[in-house]
């Protein structure tokens, strides 16, 4: 599938997909992304905070034929992070990388706002080290001249939601900087995707408009493969952010309000 990728210097452009960094995979989005690419001849390289849900994604890749390591990280650890991509990527260059892993907390039960470090630890895991990994990943890649970076946004990321301010502004700021940064790496032949879910339904609870999981990251696999710039899903969701930006002020105001977690 190498003619998905953009164009590069070498005639050796590994095949797209065959190498992969998966941050968030003891989650339920990055447990099903590297279910959907597990396959004989393919390397994934599983990034987690949980190790027991880490692990068992880790089987289950090796279980369809897969190799798969695992690595447990805290991404508030951004330095870390940041050294552990460029060891391994050394060692075995990646050619497609998502970037998945988040924290969705939001203001707690009778608080008028969030706690400061509460903001601090969702900015930090949500858009800090995400941006700071997808522009070190950039590099290397832009120096290859090829490669494939997938930030995982949110459509909250659209929204002044009052009840989750720091998860609704470090989806925003993500969404600004991926789009900068897809244009800094265009010429080199570095695509950079932002996909931007709504509800996800993994877990026994009822959202509006969720969708399944499996369902969800076979949807931002294709988006990868297609190269999409920015890339939102279920599409109710796209009609909502054009209603937030057509809404008079204060009726969008009490709408958002209104909003609980």
Sequence with gaps: MDHLL????????????????????????????????????????????????LAS??????????????????LTDCEAAIAALAEEDAKSPFDLVYLVAGIGDVCPPGAMV??????ARV??????????????????????GHGRIVIVGSAAGHHALPSAASYAASKAGLAR????LRIAMKPRG??????????????????PM?????????RIAQ?????KRHYVTPWPFTALRLLDKALPTALRDRLLAAIKP
């Design 123 to 144: 900015v930090e895991t949500n858009f800090t080290a995400p941006a700071a990994m997808a522009a070190a990943m950039a590099e290397r890649m832009a120096r290859r």
């Design 210 to 218: 969720a969708i399944p999981v499996r369902i969800a990251a076979r």
């Design 57 to 74: 994604t880790a089987e289950a890749v090796r279980a369809a034929g897969a190799e798969a390591t695992e690595r447990r990280l805290d």
């Design 114 to 119: 969030e706690p400061p470090a509460q903001i």
């Design 6 to 53: 953009p164009p590069c210097n070498s005639s050796t452009t590994p095949e797209f997909g065959k190498r992969l960094l998966i941050t968030g995979a003891s989650g339920a989005l990055g447990r099903a992304l590297a279910l959907h690419h597990a396959r004989s001849g393919s390397s994934l390289s599983l990034w987690g905070r949980n190790p027991e849900r």
């Design 223 to 227: 988006a990868a493969e297609r190269g």
């Design 190 to 207: 570095v695509s950079v995707v932002l996909v931007a879910p709504g509800f996800i339904a993994s877990g026994p609870e009822e959202r």
């Design 177 to 180: 900087f991926a789009d900068a």
